[in-house]
């Protein structure tokens, strides 16, 4: 795992050192000279990318490990694996302390609907407005990435 974790960090330098230089990098590296180590500032597209392949590649590799360490007993973890079945009931990760939460669907149903539903906590927007602050974004953060304003 660490292997496809070192080359992808490689090959998204890479991806950022030809955006910035627009693909003109020299032609003939210098012998005489140490490899660079300069580790370029990622757009946020690149960033995403190596964000999702990431964790992709720890999926791969988590998956096809033999041995886990649990924190639950095993009649703990059956039990859970037993409630977790029933569709009467959610469980939840609590808010504060790691513990777990175990409401009766209906209620946390009600409860959410009623939540969402607030004019005063959310509202409806259009996807081409959260796409255009999406982009506004991306440009922006692209813009200082090039303009050298990030230290």
Same mark, same amino acid.
């Given at each position: 795992?660490?292997?496809?974790?070192?080359? #992808?960090?490689?090959?998204?330098? @890479?991806? %950022? #050192?030809?955006?910035?230089?627009?693909? /003109?990098?020299? /032609?003939?590296?210098?012998?005489?000279?140490?490899?660079?180590?300069? *580790? &370029? #500032?990622?757009? &946020?597209?690149?960033?995403?990318?190596?964000?999702?392949?990431?964790?992709?590649?720890? #999926?791969? +590799?988590?998956?096809?490990?033999? %041995?886990?360490? +649990?924190?639950?007993?095993?009649?703990?973890?059956?039990?859970?694996?037993?409630?977790?079945?029933?569709?009467?009931?959610?469980?939840?990760?609590?808010?504060?302390?790691?513990?777990?939460?175990?409401?009766?669907?209906?209620? +946390?149903?009600?409860?959410?609907?009623?939540?969402?539903?607030?004019? %005063?906590?959310?509202?409806?927007?259009?996807?081409?407005?959260?796409?255009?602050?999406?982009? @506004? *974004? @991306?440009?922006?953060? +692209?813009?200082?990435?090039? @303009?050298?304003?990030?230290?």
């Amino acid at each position: 795992m660490v292997d496809a974790l070192t080359d #992808l960090r490689l090959c998204v330098r @890479n991806l %950022s #050192l030809k955006i910035i230089f627009k693909g /003109t990098l020299l /032609t003939e590296p210098n012998v005489c000279k140490k490899s660079s180590l300069f *580790v &370029p #500032l990622n757009c &946020p597209m690149l960033t995403v990318f190596n964000d999702i392949c990431k964790k992709e590649i720890r #999926l791969f +590799y988590g998956k096809n490990l033999v %041995s886990r360490i +649990y924190n639950l007993s095993v009649q703990e973890n059956e039990a859970l694996c037993k409630l977790e079945r029933k569709s009467d009931i959610i469980i939840k990760q609590a808010d504060k302390g790691g513990g777990v939460e175990i409401l009766d669907k209906e209620v +946390y149903d009600n409860c959410m609907h009623r939540f969402l539903v607030d004019a %005063s906590t959310f509202t409806v927007i259009r996807k081409s407005a959260v796409s255009k602050v999406i982009s @506004n *974004v @991306n440009m922006a953060v +692209y813009e200082m990435q090039l @303009n050298g304003d990030f230290k």
